[in-house]
């Protein structure tokens, strides 16, 4: 397709809620996107000492971001914030100091929680760090989901009718977005 995404989602964990988001959110995206979730959970931890040396996941990373057009992150929250993992890719791929990966790719930010408020503050303190990496964001549908019991039907689709609508609100933005900055 004409537009490659890069999808990172913010949770290692098997039955991920974040990554059942994922899986049913790029469902609505038109025919000329395609989306491919980027492997998080192998980077090593990030030490600048290794800037010069990267890891081969390190650099896999780098060029998966590098060829896509766009970024989606789907995240966790963990205690108020981005759960360590997904800091630790940004931090991984936005070195060497000069070489980000991620400078310029349009991003889009989604989270879930089972509490309340929906991983909003993971999401706002998210948003600072791709702020600073240089990373046009959209800014609005604002999207803090809250997962109940039945959030998601058998075949892993949005069972709410009304929550698809405001998805798919939110995914026509994203790729208007993305058209517009890629
Ligand atoms: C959580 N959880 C959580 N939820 C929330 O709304 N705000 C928070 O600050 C936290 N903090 C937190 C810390 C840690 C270490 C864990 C393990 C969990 C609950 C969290 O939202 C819930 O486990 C989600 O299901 C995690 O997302 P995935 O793994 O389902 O994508």
């Given amino acids: 397709s004409t537009y490659q995404i890069a999808v990172v989602v913010g949770s290692l964990r098997k039955d991920s809620n974040n990554r059942k988001l994922a899986h049913a959110i790029v469902k609505l995206a038109p025919a000329e996107f395609s989306f491919k979730e980027v492997e998080i959970g192998d980077l ?45 890719a940004l931090d991984n791929a936005s070195r060497p100091y000069g070489q980000s990966a991620w400078a ?9 929680s089972i509490g309340a408020i929906g991983s909003a503050l993971a999401q706002q303190h998210l948003r600072n760090v791709l ?52």
């Fill in 104 to 112: 310029g790719k349009p991003a889009g930010v989604l989270g879930s």
């Fill in 44 to 88: 090593p931890l990030y030490n600048q000492d290794q800037d010069g040396n990267q890891a081969d996941s390190v650099k896999r990373l780098k060029s998966e971001i590098s060829a896509s057009q766009g970024v989606l992150f789907v995240t966790a929250e963990y205690n108020r914030s981005i759960p360590g993992v997904l800091k630790n």
């Fill in 131 to 182: 702020a600073y990496l240089n990373m046009p964001t959209l800014g609005q549908p604002e999207a803090f989901i809250h997962i109940t019991e039945g959030f998601f039907d058998a075949s892993g689709n949005f069972a709410n009718e009304s929550t698809k609508k405001f998805l798919q609100s939110w995914m026509d933005a994203y790729v208007a977005w993305v058209k517009k900055h890629a």
